[in-house]
Structure formats: structure tokens, C-alpha cells
């Protein structure tokens, strides 16, 4: 007697999948409709998963989604490469109840995930181009070893505090490294050989790190001069507080401007908006959200102080500001103000003019 196979087809059915992804595995759960089917751990291949798809799923409609993390967008776009309908997700955007925060595991995690998307509850976030992505890891870097070279210079002034040295009043007025301050360091007498080795090699790390950093630098200026940026970094250096550095950080973060359809959709991204609780007849305001691009956020607030000495029309604003509220408060309604002059040049093409205070 001859046996009868039935051939799968799923075809026009939607198949939901719920990833948490790790460096060793992927907890992935799989709902067909609203239908639970499973959770399992996979090799963390994009690959791997399209293959049990097509195994067990034939011709259906494959969506996924994973939080983002440190493994950035590779899986996204393999997946999508594979006909996989993927989004990434910010885990704050995910329903979470008290259960789940308390007692976090992987495939709790996956399951939420793929209900979530099955009840079409989650929206994805941006997903850069691959070379915006990689120019805005260089001028990520930057930032790493700028931290990197002040953590080190403190090493040395916590070494020299530690063994009682002073440093010579000549040199406490500058906060940058000078020649003179590097020689006097290679030439300081210290009680042992160790600790005259551990000296050098610290202040050599500096200079190391010094010289990456301004090799890092060579690198972003020849970059903001390519035709993908350099329009838009002179329209960004028109604004008063915006100089190279913060002009290529707010193009490779934001890459397109225009998917912010409206002014407090921009500065809820680099996190200039309140956090609020509102209950009845009770509102209450506690501060900047802590929802933000750290990097633009501080960026720009940087740039709204230097801003105020370079354009009457903000410091007169500043000024009407401070009398009512602390400088710090009164600093960050001028940071809107930037972030709406950038949005516009950007958005329009046409370099900002400087407003005359009569």
C-alpha cells in the first residue's frame, strides 16, 4: 500500500517571529496568526531560521522582529535578504507588565515579542544606510578616545598626587598637554624604577592615543568634504554653535532629516523633551526624558552655549529666559531653537542668516 504525503502550503497565512538575539544563540518563539506553535534556541543565523521556515512554514508570510542591541543591524538585513519581513525594536517601545521585569528570561522575552508583533503593536526604528552606519562608527570613535586620552591624563595626575608630587603652577593653568608638560614628565625623578616605568608608560599611552585621535580627525575632515555630506555640513556650519564635528555627528546619526515629520518628533529622538506624569487634576514635569541620543543630545547643548556668544538674537532669548528660570533650564529652550534652525536648513537647502537684534 502506498503511502499518501501530504505537501505543506501556507500559503497567505502569517507567520510571527519573536527573536532574542545573543552572541551564541537565538531564543526564537513562533506564532501562526495568533496561534502559539513554539520556542526553541537556534544558532544565531539568519540562515538557519529561513531554512526551518521553509521546512515547516512553506509559502506563508514571514515577519519578525528583535530588540536592538549590540549586534546592531546584520541580522535585519540578512533576514530581509531572505524574504524574512524584519524589524528592530526598541526595547523600551515593548509592552512590559511587572511579571516580566521581575522575573526576565530569554524566552519570556521572544514570546512578547512575537505577540506583540502578531497583534501589530510594535514600530521599527530607523535603519541606516550600511555606509552612514559605518561613518557614524568613525565619529563614534572619536568620542572613545577622547574619553579614553582624558581618563589617562587624570591617571597621571592621580599618580603624581598619590606619591606627593606637585605639579608646577606654569602648568596647572592650562588643561591641555603641553610640550613643556610632557618634558617635565620624562624628566621627573621618581623613587623607583617602577614607578618611574609606570609613569611612562602612561603619559606614551596619551600620546599614543593622541596620535589615533588626530588621525581620527585627518579622516572626518576628508569625509565631510565628499559629495554625500559636504552640501549639508555648509549648510550646518551656517548655524551659529555648529562647527565640523557636530555637523558630521548630526548627519551620520539622523542620515534623513525628513523622516521627522514634525519638530518634537526631532527632539524627542536626541531626547529634548520632558518626562511628565499627569493624573486628574495633577501634572508634573520631572525633567529631560531619559529616552535620548546621548551623543547629539550632549552635542547640542554644547553647542547652544557656545551659540548664545556668537548670535545676538539667542543671547538676547537667553537672557529673557534666565530671569525667570535657572541657566541650566533657560539652556535647553535654546537647544530647541537650534535643533528647529538645523531642521530647517537641512530640510529646505538654504543656509541659515543670522537675525539682527536692533
Not at 596619551?206 to 554625500?228: G, P
Amino acid at each position: 500500500m502506498e503511502k499518501t504525503v501530504t505537501k505543506l502550503d501556507y500559503s497567505g497565512q502569517n507567520i510571527y517571529i519573536g527573536l532574542d538575539t545573543h552572541l551564541k544563540s537565538w531564543k526564537t518563539t513562533i506564532r501562526v496568526g495568533d496561534t502559539f506553535y513554539k520556542t526553541f534556541s537556534q544558532d544565531p543565523k539568519a540562515e538557519v531560521l529561513s531554512n526551518y521556515l521553509q521546512e515547516h512554514f512553506p509559502g506563508g508570510n514571514y515577519y519578525s522582529a528583535y530588540e536592538a542591541s549590540f549586534s546592531g543591524f546584520k541580522a535585519h538585513r540578512e533576514l530581509t535578504k531572505l524574504g524574512i519581513n524584519n524589524m528592530v525594536v526598541n526595547p523600551a517601545d515593548i509592552p512590559t507588565t511587572d511579571k516580566d521585569r521581575k522575573q526576565k528570561e530569554d524566552a519570556r522575552d521572544s514570546r512578547k515579542i512575537a505577540e506583540q508583533l502578531a497583534a501589530s503593536s510594535l514600530v521599527g526604528i530607523h535603519i541606516p544606510n550600511i555606509e552612514i552606519e559605518a561613518d557614524r562608527a568613525l565619529i563614534r570613535f572619536r568620542k572613545t578616545l577622547t574619553k579614553e586620552i582624558a581618563r589617562n591624563k587624570i591617571r597621571v595626575k592621580s599618580f603624581l598626587y598619590y606619591h606627593g608630587i606637585d605639579i608646577p603652577a606654569c602648568f596647572t593653568r592650562y588643561s591641555c598637554w603641553s610640550r613643556r608638560f610632557i618634558t617635565w614628565l620624562e624628566d621627573l625623578e621618581l623613587p623607583s624604577q617602577s614607578a618611574k616605568f609606570t609613569l611612562n608608560t602612561i603619559v606614551e599611552l596619551v600620546l599614543f592615543l593622541r596620535t589615533k585621535h588626530l588621525e581620527v580627525l585627518k579622516h572626518i575632515r576628508a569625509l565631510s568634504k565628499q559629495a554625500s555630506y559636504k552640501t549639508n555640513v555648509a549648510l550646518l556650519l551656517s548655524i551659529p554653535g555648529i562647527g565640523l564635528i557636530t555637523a558630521m555627528t548630526l548627519l551620520t546619526e539622523i542620515e534623513d532629516v525628513s523622516r521627522f515629520k514634525t519638530l518634537d518628533q526631532f527632539c524627542a529622538y536626541i531626547g529634548l523633551v520632558p518626562m511628565t506624569n499627569s493624573s486628574g487634576e495633577s501634572h508634573r514635569v520631572r525633567g529631560m526624558t531619559k529616552r535620548q541620543n546621548k551623543l547629539l543630545r550632549m552635542m547640542i547643548i554644547e553647542s547652544s552655549w557656545v551659540a548664545i556668544r556668537h548670535d545676538p538674537a539667542l543671547m538676547l532669548d537667553y537672557q529673557k529666559l534666565v530671569v525667570r528660570m535657572k541657566p541650566n533650564k533657560a539652556i535647553i529652550r535654546i537647544a530647541k531653537k537650534i535643533i528647529n534652525r538645523i531642521r530647517y536648513v537641512l530640510k529646505n537647502q538654504t543656509p541659515y542668516v543670522k537675525a539682527m537684534v536692533e
